[in-house]
């Protein structure tokens, strides 16, 4: 008999061709799928609650599956961090209350962080997860930015246009929860961190976002040209894509009975 579990991911995406399987080359999926399918024995098929690009990296992405019921998850998440540590490790392991809990369809909101470092030099120590920028930031302007993001729009200008399906152009509208940008901390000097949480996001939504905000920032934007940019639809409108090494799936929210 086989029972639906859930575990919760960390990853260092710098050596991954993204999450999602891709034939071929290496990704978090394909290798978690590969190390599990070992460990207990039989093929297994994974949910996640995210598809993030390469180069990207998790902290809470949520990943579902069918497993035998007489398997031991805790067992199974120590020998995977043994075998795939530290690049990929179980966070946390457990049963699913609802035995159709779906990783990607049953999250209500997902949490990105992006994190940039505005100092004049790069720190050899955080660039693998942060985006070093040398042109001093306005983070004030930079807040004030963001407000047009919150809510519901068409993020069109700031994501890849999927292609069509059976002739119907997918939708671009999504729901912006929250989005703000902060100091990480005095023992951090000269680290920002934006972010974003909402119900999805499109293809690179949050690098597109983030790239637009330091054109502002910069003096490049202004503050007001946000909306008109929303407005636009059109992604020739925003700023370059951020890279993807500051990018990081915190956390996904799940109903009350699929906390941890």
């Known amino acids: 008999m086989l029972r639906r579990a859930r575990l919760l991911v960390a990853y260092d995406g710098s050596a991954f061709h993204g999450y999602a399987i891709n034939r071929g080359v ?18 297994v098929s994974l949910v996640g609650a995210g598809r993030t690009d390469s180069g990207v990296h998790g902290w809470g992405q949520v990943v579902s599956l069918d497993l035998p019921e007489t398997t031991d998850l805790d067992n199974l998440a120590h020998r995977l961090n043994r075998m795939r540590g530290p690049q990929i490790v179980v966070r946390a ?23 940039i470092l505005n100092t004049p030099a790069p720190s050899p120590f955080l660039a693998a997860t942060a985006w070093h920028v040398p042109h001093p930031l306005n983070e004030l302007l930079m807040n004030l930015a963001v407000d047009p993001l919150i809510g519901e729009h068409d993020f069109s200008s700031f994501g890849r246009r999927p292609p069509t399906v059976d002739g119907r152009e997918p939708s671009m509208s999504r729901y912006v929860f929250l989005a703000r940008w902060s100091q990480v901390g005095p023992d951090q000097p000269g680290l920002l961190r934006f972010e974003i949480r909402a119900n999805a996001f499109c293809h690179q939504m949050v ?20 909306t008109a940019i929303m407005q636009a639809r059109d992604r020739a409108a925003a700023g370059a894509i951020a890279p993807p090494q500051g990018l990081c799936l915190w956390e996904v929210g799940y109903p009350d009975t699929e906390r941890w």
Not at 103 to 115: I, P
């Open 93 to 115: 392991a457990r049963w699913c209350a609802d035995p159709d809990f779906n990783a990607r369809f049953s999250a209500h909101w997902r949490h990105y962080r992006y994190d």
């Open 207 to 226: 690098r597109s976002i983030v790239g637009t905000l330091v054109d502002v920032g910069k003096g490049v934007t202004s503050a007001g040209e946000m």
């Open 26 to 43: 290496d990704t978090v999926a394909g290798a978690l799928t590969d190390t599990i399918s070992l460990i207990v024995r039989r093929p």
